[in-house]
C-alpha cells in the first residue's frame, strides 16, 4: 500500500502533504502520535499557524479576546465625531452601500445600529446594471439634493475619486468604510476608515482581512464610546452592539474574508446570535433556505449568501437590506421567498454563462492568467463564473460581459488563488489606461473596459502576472491535516474536527484522508456531482459525494477507471444527517490510487 504522503500525483495532479505534523492513523492506531486524537483541536490550531503559548485564546475565540481598539485605524475617530454629531444634530443620514451580502449587511448593521440610537437613516443601494459598482456621482449628488446631510459609504468608496468630489462640491460630507485596495492618494471624503489604507499602522494593517461589515462594527463602537464621552449617553445606554454580531458573521464569511484574528470571533460569537433567530429577516431567510438546524460557517456562505446576493445580480438590489433590517415578519417572508426565487434564477443564466466561458478555456493553455469574455453575458452572474473556472484552471481567472452597462462597456470581475494579487494588478492596469475602473483585493476584483480593449489587457495582464501565478502553481499541494481507515470517520470525529473552526478562507477546515478503500459503488448524481460507496479492510463503508467533478479527470477515473483498485479519498468529514441516525461521510477533494 502506498503511505498517503507518497502520493506525489494525485488524481487531480497534485501531491499531498501534511499541513502540521504527521496525523496517520489510517492503520488503525496512533503509532508515534498516540493520544493525538484527544488532542486534536490543539493540533489543528497548531497546523493553522497558532503559537502553542496563544491556544487557549483560539479555543474559544472572543470578541473579549481578539477585538481591536477601533482608534487604531486612521480616520475612525474623526468618523465617530462626525457621525456623533449628525445623531446629536438629528441631521438626516444616508447609507450607501455596494449589492453584495458585504454590502447589504454592513448597510442594514449601521441602519440598525442607529434605529436603536432612535436615528433613521435611509438606505441606498445601486443598481448593477445601471449605477455599476461604487459609489456614483449621479448617487450621491441626488441623495444630498434629496435632504441629506451625512453619507456613510460602506463596503465602497476607496477609490470614488470623482464621486466623493462632487459629493463636496455639492456640500454633503461622506465617511468611506471600506476595505478594498487603496492608492497612496486618497479621495477627499470627510474621513475614510479603510485597514488597507497605506499609511495605516502595522497594528492597524495586521487587521486589513476584515471584511467592510468588520469596519462597520468598529465604527458603531467607536461612536457609541464618542456618544458615552460627550455624555449623550449614560455608561451603559444605547444598543446591544453584540445583536449585530449575525450580521456581521454573515458578511464575513459570505465575502470569503480570511476567518482568522478578529474574524474567527466575529464568526464564532455571529453564529451564536444568529441560533436566537432575534433578526426576523434572517430567520425568514434560514427558514426559505430550508435549513432545519442552526445554521454553520458553511451555511452563510452556500445557503443564506448566495440569496441575498441574486437581489444584487439580477434584481432589485436593495431587497438585502430590507429584508435584513425590517422588522415585519410577513414582508420578511416576503422577501425571503422573492430572494430565493431570483437565486434559482440566478444559478440557469450562471449555468448559460459558464457553458459559453469554458468553451474559450481550452484555447488559453498557455496562459497565466485566464481571461474570457462574451456578448450577452449577464454581469450579476460573471463573478460566480469566474470563480468556478479559477477553480478548475488552477489559474486567476477574470470573466468579462462584453455590453456590461448601459454604455455598452464591459464589465468584468475575477478571482484569484493563493499567492497572487489581483486586487494590486487591476489597480496598477487602471493606472496604465487600459481600464476605465476596477478594484478590489487580494483573492476579487470588478472592473470596467471600453469595448476593443480586452486583448491588451489580457497580454499586459498575462505578462505582470505570470512569474506570480508560476510560483504559486508550483507550491500548490494538498495540504492534509489527518489520516484515518474508514472505520475511524464517525459522527464524533466530524463533531471533533468542527471544534477548531469556525472554518473558511485563511482558516481552511481539516481535510482528511480515508483509506485504503475500494468504490462499493460509484455513479453520477445531478448534473455533475459522482457519489460513492467505499469500503475498507477494517470491514467499514461510508458514504461520499464530489461536487461538480464529472468532467474533471479525477471524476472520470473514479466513474471509469476505478474498478477493483485500491484509493486514497481526500476531502471534507461532515454529517450525513437525512437518515433515522447520524453517519459521517466524506466531500471528496480528491483521490488517488493506493495500489
Given at each position: 500500500?502506498?503511505p498517503?504522503?507518497a ?7 497534485l501531491?499531498?502533504?501534511?499541513r ?6 489510517s492503520?488503525?492506531g ?12 490543539d493540533q ?10 496563544d491556544l487557549?485564546?483560539?479555543r474559544r475565540?472572543t ?15 474623526k468618523a ?6 449628525a445623531?446629536t444634530k ?9 449589492y ?13 445600529f442607529?434605529?436603536?440610537l ?12 445601471l ?7 449621479e448617487?450621491?449628488?441626488?441623495l ?7 453619507i456613510?459609504t460602506?463596503d465602497?468608496g476607496?477609490m470614488a ?5 462632487a459629493?463636496?462640491a ?6 468611506v468604510v ?7 492618494e ?15 499602522s502595522?497594528?492597524?494593517a ?10 462597520a462594527?468598529l465604527?458603531?463602537?467607536?461612536t457609541?464610546?464618542e ?13 446591544d ?9 454573515l458578511?464575513?464569511v459570505?465575502d470569503?474574508?480570511?476567518?482568522r ?8 460569537q ?21 435549513l ?7 451555511d ?11 437581489a ?9 437590506v ?8 410577513e ?8 430572494l430565493?426565487e431570483l ?11 459558464q ?12 496562459r497565466?492568467v485566464?481571461?474570457?469574455?462574451g456578448?450577452?453575458?449577464?454581469p ?9 473556472i479559477?477553480?478548475k ?7 468579462i460581459?462584453e455590453?456590461g ?5 464591459g ?19 487602471r493606472a496604465a ?6 478594484g ?8 470596467t ?9 489580457a497580454?499586459?495582464l498575462d505578462?505582470r ?5 508560476g510560483?504559486a ?5 494538498l ?20 471544534a477548531?473552526g ?5 482558516w ?9 478503500v475500494?468504490l462499493?459503488?460509484?455513479?453520477l ?13 477494517d470491514?467499514?463503508s461510508?458514504k461520499?459525494?464530489a461536487?461538480r ?7 472520470q ?10 484509493l486514497w479519498?481526500v476531502?471534507r468529514?461532515k454529517?450525513?444527517?437525512?437518515g433515522?441516525?447520524p453517519?459521517?461521510?466524506l ?8 495500489d
Amino acid at each position: 500500500m502506498i503511505p498517503v504522503t507518497a502520493i506525489t500525483h494525485s488524481l487531480s495532479g497534485l501531491s499531498w502533504r501534511w499541513r502540521g505534523g504527521n496525523m496517520d492513523m489510517s492503520t488503525g492506531g496512533f503509532g508515534s502520535n498516540a493520544g493525538q486524537l484527544d488532542n486534536l483541536v490543539d493540533q489543528l490550531l497548531l497546523a493553522r499557524g497558532v503559537e502553542r503559548d496563544d491556544l487557549e485564546r483560539h479555543r474559544r475565540p472572543t470578541l473579549r479576546d481578539f477585538l481591536p481598539d477601533p482608534s487604531i485605524f486612521n480616520d475612525m475617530d474623526k468618523a465617530a465625531a462626525r457621525l456623533a454629531d449628525a445623531i446629536t444634530k438629528r441631521e438626516a443620514i444616508a447609507v450607501y452601500g455596494d449589492y453584495d451580502v458585504d454590502g447589504a449587511t454592513s448597510a442594514a448593521l449601521l441602519i440598525r445600529f442607529l434605529a436603536g440610537l432612535g436615528t433613521s437613516a435611509r438606505p441606498y443601494i445601486p443598481d448593477r446594471l445601471l449605477e455599476g459598482y461604487g459609489p456614483s456621482a449621479e448617487g450621491l449628488v441626488k441623495l444630498a439634493r434629496e435632504g441629506a446631510q451625512l453619507i456613510v459609504t460602506v463596503d465602497c468608496g476607496a477609490m470614488a475619486y470623482e464621486a466623493l468630489g462632487a459629493a463636496r462640491a455639492e456640500g454633503v460630507d461622506v465617511i468611506v468604510v471600506d476595505h478594498h485596495k487603496c492608492n497612496a492618494e486618497l479621495p477627499p471624503a470627510t474621513a475614510l476608515v479603510n485597514p488597507n489604507r497605506l499609511d495605516e499602522s502595522d497594528e492597524a494593517a495586521s487587521h486589513s482581512h476584515m471584511a467592510a461589515v468588520g469596519v462597520a462594527f468598529l465604527l458603531a463602537i467607536a461612536t457609541l464610546r464618542e456618544l458615552r464621552t460627550r455624555g449623550v449617553l449614560g455608561p451603559r445606554d444605547g444598543p446591544d452592539l453584540m445583536s449585530l454580531l449575525d450580521l456581521v458573521a454573515l458578511g464575513t464569511v459570505a465575502d470569503v474574508a480570511q476567518i482568522r484574528g478578529v474574524n474567527r470571533a466575529f464568526v464564532a460569537q455571529g453564529l451564536k446570535i444568529m441560533a436566537r433567530r432575534e433578526n426576523i429577516g434572517l430567520a425568514a431567510l434560514i427558514d426559505a433556505s430550508r435549513l432545519t438546524r442552526s445554521p454553520t460557517c458553511s451555511d452563510l456562505g452556500f445557503a443564506l449568501g448566495p440569496r441575498i446576493n441574486a437581489a444584487g445580480r439580477i434584481g432589485d438590489s436593495g431587497l438585502g437590506v430590507r429584508l435584513l433590517t425590517t422588522s415585519d415578519a410577513e414582508e420578511a417572508r416576503d422577501i425571503a421567498a422573492r430572494l430565493s426565487e431570483l437565486n434559482d434564477e440566478r444559478r440557469a443564466i450562471e449555468q448559460a454563462v459558464q457553458e459559453s466561458a469554458e468553451a474559450q478555456v481550452d484555447a488559453q493553455h498557455n496562459r497565466s492568467v485566464v481571461v474570457v469574455h462574451g456578448p450577452g453575458w449577464h454581469p450579476g452572474v460573471i463573478g460566480i463564473v469566474a470563480g468556478r473556472i479559477k477553480e478548475k484552471t488552477g489559474r486567476p481567472t477574470l470573466v468579462i460581459a462584453e455590453d456590461g452597462d448601459t454604455e455598452g462597456n464591459g464589465k468584468g470581475s475575477g478571482r484569484s488563488i493563493t499567492g497572487v494579487d489581483l486586487g494590486a494588478a487591476i489597480i496598477a492596469a487602471r493606472a496604465a489606461g487600459l481600464l476605465i475602473a476596477g478594484g478590489g483585493h487580494a483573492m476579487a476584483c470588478g472592473l470596467t473596459i471600453a469595448p476593443g480593449g480586452t486583448g491588451a489587457f489580457a497580454d499586459w495582464l498575462d505578462e505582470r502576472l505570470a512569474r506570480d501565478v508560476g510560483l504559486a502553481r508550483q507550491s500548490q499541494s494538498l495540504l492534509l491535516d489527518l489520516s484515518l481507515a474508514p472505520g475511524g470517520l464517525t459522527p464524533d470525529l466530524v463533531e471533533r474536527l468542527e471544534a477548531a473552526g469556525p472554518f473558511g478562507m485563511g482558516w481552511p477546515g481539516p481535510r482528511v484522508a480515508v483509506g485504503p478503500v475500494r468504490l462499493i459503488k460509484c455513479d453520477l448524481v445531478g448534473t455533475d456531482h459522482v457519489r460513492m460507496v467505499a469500503g475498507g479492510p477494517d470491514g467499514r463503508s461510508f458514504k461520499a459525494i464530489a461536487f461538480r467533478a464529472a468532467e474533471t479527470e479525477m471524476g472520470q477515473t473514479l466513474l471509469h477507471g476505478s474498478r477493483g483498485r485500491l484509493l486514497w479519498l481526500v476531502g471534507r468529514a461532515k454529517i450525513d444527517d437525512w437518515g433515522s441516525r447520524p453517519a459521517a461521510e466524506l466531500h471528496v477533494e480528491d483521490a488517488a490510487f493506493a495500489d
